[in-house]
């Protein structure tokens, strides 16, 4: 393996009767890119925190670049060089790229910070590491691929050999991934360290020499990627064969429930964003839609479910529903999985329990005379808790406690309940396990097979072909290609979602 730049032994967590880690191993030879992997909830986050000194271990020891390290803090982790990516950033908005970059490390001039020298740094960096970035560019005004460029540079800016990146690709699109890949093999010739958290399977094998595998707080195995294949790698992290292959359809579809005409959504800035889109979803029926993120899929959705204001016409079960808001909506049975989890999907300061019935908590059986019935909202959540294999599994649990696969399982489950006539799922599988994916599809699958319409927003292709009786492409804002589930591959619908044919 060589001499290792990183490694943990027998490391134990547990909070209460939940053990996070279980007596779990990590080693990491230097100059490599080493992955992570595991089913959500199998103890991937906790060991990272534990390695990056946020979290004390029960037991166990961690040796940076062979010494034995008894981290307080993330500070002394920096300190012996090792740097952390965390999955949700830790930039300040309203601060300048230079002036996150150097926060902490400010150069002075005096008594006054060093604006300059602190551009210039960031400068020089990022054209090292092939980290384009505008130095004076404020944070929030920044796309999430180049925000991620920041925190790498911020990183590297404090002196890491080592870097954790945790679940780096799950919001970005894939040219941002090629380039994310592109700067990673820049560190490794460097001589620099990389440990990936990851949920993508293809991409441990594209990117990485050596790979950890987690189940249910253990390393069940660590072997170098040369020869593994996506299934093996898939049935070492589950325990069980995967299958995530197209599926044949089990009905034919039925009436119209979803119809959208010459829909038109503007940004804030003004400029179109959704430019006169109609399209149709009847009963047991999936219609996918696929494109390179930011061609106005996010808005197309919001504009749908009421969220976003729009001209045209969105008509449920033909009724126009134009005028009414998000609530009105979901009455009138249209159902939402937002991409964004945290900020529009669940509520992480409350229980699995309570956020299992939002939207639902003011509706029978839920409530009775204006009060919330628990015994209710306890059999929905231990339903979904169930059906979705949510972890831990205890409905008293803090949903921001819960790791963001787990999270999404309880947002997906939630809005399959209760007879929905239209449900609108983007980004579905975002930051899910191979596992959980399996299970989120069937469940799409088995609610389409009963009649459910579908409107399905994925950045996956492999989950469009795999789900999808109709795919539609936009780019830049218009539907530009419609090709059957049944005929539709990768290589037909790319060259449309970048402008081609």
């Known amino acids: 393996m060589g001499t290792l730049a990183l490694s943990a032994e027998g490391i134990s967590k547990r909070y209460g009767a939940c053990t996070a880690n279980a007596d779990a191993n990590l080693h990491v030879a230097t100059g490599t890119i080493h992955a992570l992997v595991g089913e959500n909830g199998a103890g991937k986050s906790t060991l990272c925190k534990t390695l990056f000194g946020l979290i004390r271990p029960d037991t166990g020891e961690i040796r940076i670049h062979g010494e034995p390290a008894r981290l307080t803090g993330p500070r002394d982790a920096m300190a012996r060089g ?8 830790m930039l300040v908005p309203t601060l300048s790229v230079a002036e996150n970059v150097a926060l902490g490390q400010e150069p002075r001039a005096g008594l006054f910070i060093d604006h300059q020298r602190a551009r210039a740094d960031v400068t020089t960096m990022s054209e090292r590491f092939g980290l384009q970035v505008d130095p004076d560019a404020l944070v929030e005004d920044l796309p999430v691929g180049v925000q991620q460029r920041v925190e790498i540079l911020k990183v590297l800016h404090q002196g890491a050999r080592i870097l954790i990146l945790d679940e780096p690709t799950a919001v970005l699109t894939p040219p941002e991934v090629e380039s994310l890949f592109a700067v990673l093999r820049r560190l490794k010739a460097e001589g620099r360290t990389v440990v990936l958290v990851t949920h993508k399977l293809p991409e441990v094998l594209a990117l990485c020499d050596a790979v950890t595998v987690m189940r249910a707080g253990r390393t069940v195995a660590e072997q170098p990627t040369a020869g593994l294949t996506v299934d093996e790698l898939a049935r070492l992290m589950v325990g069980r064969n995967v299958a995530l292959d197209r599926k044949p359809r089990g009905t034919t579809p039925g009436e119209e429930r979803l119809v959208v005409r010459e829909l038109r959504v503007r940004r804030a800035d003004g400029r179109v964003a959704v430019d006169g889109v109609s399209l149709t979803v009847r009963a047991g029926e999936v219609v996918g839609i696929a494109g390179v993120e930011g061609n106005g899929q996010t808005e197309l959705a919001d504009a749908i479910c009421g969220v976003l204001p729009a001209t045209g016409a969105v008509l449920l079960q033909g009724r126009d529903v134009s005028a009414l808001d998000v609530l009105a909506r979901r009455q009138a049975g249209l159902a939402h999985v937002p991409e964004d989890r945290l900020t529009a999907g669940l509520v992480p300061t409350m229980r699995v329990s309570e956020n299992a019935v939002l939207g639902k908590e003011r509706t029978p059986p839920f ?3 204006g009060l919330l019935s628990g015994s209710a909202v306890a059999s929905l959540s ?14 008293a649990q803090l949903a921001g406690a819960l790791s963001g696969g787990n999270q999404q399982k309880i947002v997906v489950g939630r809005e399959l309940h209760g007879d929905p006539r239209v449900l609108v799922l983007a980004q579905p599988t975002r930051g899910v396990d191979v596992g959980a994916i399996e299970r989120i ?9 009963a009649g459910l319409a579908i409107l399905l927003f ?13 795919i539609h492409v936009m780019y830049r804002g218009r539907l530009v290609k419609t090709v059957p589930g049944d005929g539709a591959t990768e290589e037909l619908l790319g060259p449309a979602m970048l402008g081609g044919a």
């Open 82 to 89: 090792l740097g952390m990516v965390h999955q949700h950033f």
């Open 382 to 395: 231990r339903a979904l808790i169930d059906a979705f294999d949510i972890r831990p599994p205890d409905p």
């Open 458 to 470: 994925s950045a996956e292709l492999t989950e469009l072909l795999a789900l999808s009786d109709v």
């Open 367 to 369: 409530s009775r005379a």
């Open 441 to 449: 599809h069937q469940a799409i699958l088995t609610a389409r097979d």
